[in-house]
C-alpha cells in the first residue's frame, strides 16, 4: 500500500530564510509522481511542484525545490527566501502512474509553516 | 485561481438531509476528482470521472455518489448526512488522469 509520511507537524522559519518541509513516502510502484500543494489559512489547495519518479534532476518552480531521494523514499519541500506569504499548511502527496487514466493522490498530514518578521 | 469552479461555497444542513456538490473542471480538463478533507481523515481521495466514466474509487460511503456530465461538469451527491460527514470537499481537474491536479476553492459542508 502507498503511505506518505509528514513528520513535522509544525514548523517555524524567519522571513527570508530558506526551510525544509519533509516528506517520506512507501511505495513498491516502479513509476510515480510526487507532488506538494499549500493550503492558505483561506483553504484553497494550490500546486506548487511536481516530481516525476524517474526524473533526473529535481524539479524547481521558482522558489521552491524539490529534494528527491528515491533510494531513500524522500521528496522533500525546500522554500528559499521565506515570505509571510509563504505562511499556511503544507501537503506531500504521490499517485500511482498505472497504466490507464488513473491518478488519485494519496496525501500526508500535512506540515503548518509560520514565517516570522 | 486555478479555473476549478464549485458551488456552493458553504453548505448547512441537518442530519438525514441529502446534498449535491457541484463542479466545473478547467476548461480542456478531461479529469475530475473528488477529495474530502476532514480534521480525523485528514485529505481522502473519493473518486475520479475522465471524460464521464467513472476511473478509480477511494473510501467513497455507499451513501454517497457522483457522476461527471457530457459538459464534463460534476457533482456529487450525499444523502442520509450525518455529523461526521461535515468536512471540507475538493473538486479537482487534470487534462489526462495523471498530471498535476488544479484544485477548486473547495465547498464547506456543515451537518447538524
Known amino acids: 500500500a502507498q503511505k506518505i509520511t509528514q513528520t513535522q507537524p509544525g514548523m517555524f522559519v524567519q522571513e527570508k530564510e530558506a526551510v525544509t518541509l519533509d516528506c517520506t513516502y512507501d511505495?513498491?510502484?516502479?513509476?510515480?509522481?510526487l507532488f506538494w500543494y499549500k493550503q492558505p489559512s483561506s483553504g484553497e489547495m494550490i500546486f506548487l511542484i511536481y516530481?516525476?519518479?524517474?526524473?533526473?534532476q529535481n524539479a524547481t518552480e521558482g522558489r521552491y525545490s524539490l529534494n528527491f531521494q528515491k533510494a531513500r523514499k524522500s521528496a522533500n519541500l525546500v522554500i528559499s527566501a521565506s515570505q509571510l506569504g509563504d505562511s499556511a499548511m503544507y501537503f506531500c502527496?504521490?499517485?500511482?502512474?498505472?497504466?490507464?487514466?488513473?491518478?488519485?493522490?494519496?496525501f500526508g498530514q500535512g506540515t503548518t509553516l509560520q514565517v516570522k518578521p | 485561481d486555478s479555473g476549478v469552479t464549485q458551488t456552493p461555497k458553504h453548505l448547512i444542513t441537518a442530519t438525514g438531509q441529502r446534498v449535491t456538490l457541484r463542479c466545473s473542471p478547467r476548461?480542456?480538463?478531461?479529469?475530475v476528482y473528488w477529495y474530502q478533507q476532514s480534521l480525523d481523515q485528514g485529505l481522502q481521495f473519493l473518486i475520479q470521472?475522465?471524460?464521464?466514466?467513472?476511473?478509480a474509487k477511494g473510501n467513497i460511503l455507499e451513501r454517497f455518489s457522483a457522476q461527471q456530465f457530457p459538459d464534463l461538469h460534476s457533482e456529487l451527491n450525499l444523502s442520509s448526512l450525518e455529523l461526521g460527514d461535515s468536512a471540507l470537499y475538493f473538486c479537482?481537474?487534470?487534462?489526462?488522469?495523471?498530471?498535476?491536479?488544479?484544485f477548486g476553492p473547495g465547498t464547506r459542508l456543515t451537518v447538524l
Open positions: 479537482a481537474s487534470s487534462v489526462l488522469g495523471y498530471n498535476e491536479q488544479f
Open positions: 511505495t513498491s510502484d516502479p513509476s510515480y509522481g
Open positions: 516530481q516525476g519518479s524517474y526524473d533526473q
Open positions: 502527496a504521490m499517485r500511482r502512474t498505472p497504466p490507464g487514466n488513473t491518478g488519485k493522490l494519496i
Open positions: 476548461s480542456g480538463d478531461l479529469s
Open positions: 470521472y475522465y471524460n464521464g466514466e467513472e476511473r
